[in-house]
């Protein structure tokens, strides 16, 4: 059985904790398939809060210890789905 996991980040400061999240995506980078990255831009804005989604594979145990490191952050929500897939 094959596991997926969408981690759904929201940095609520994206300019203070952009290096820090950066560091812990690039250590865990063997277990992340896909990462998207979201910010308000315009001319007027650009806003502080980011969202990032991330597509894990491989070692469920790796993607619990991404969670714990990016929850040490502080300053972020975590939203998780899990999907199973079953091939025959």
Known sequence: ?????????????????????QEILTRHSDVIRTR?????LSDKVCSRVGTILLVLQGDAAK?????ADLAEIGGIEIQKMKFEQLFR
Not at 36 to 40: C, M, N, P, Q, V
Not at 63 to 67: R, S, V
């Open 1 to 21: 059985m094959q596991q997926t996991m969408i981690l759904g980040i929201l940095l609520f400061d994206r300019i203070k904790e952009a290096g820090r999240t």
């Open 36 to 40: 998207l990255g979201f910010h308000e």
């Open 63 to 67: 993607w619990e210890q991404l969670e």
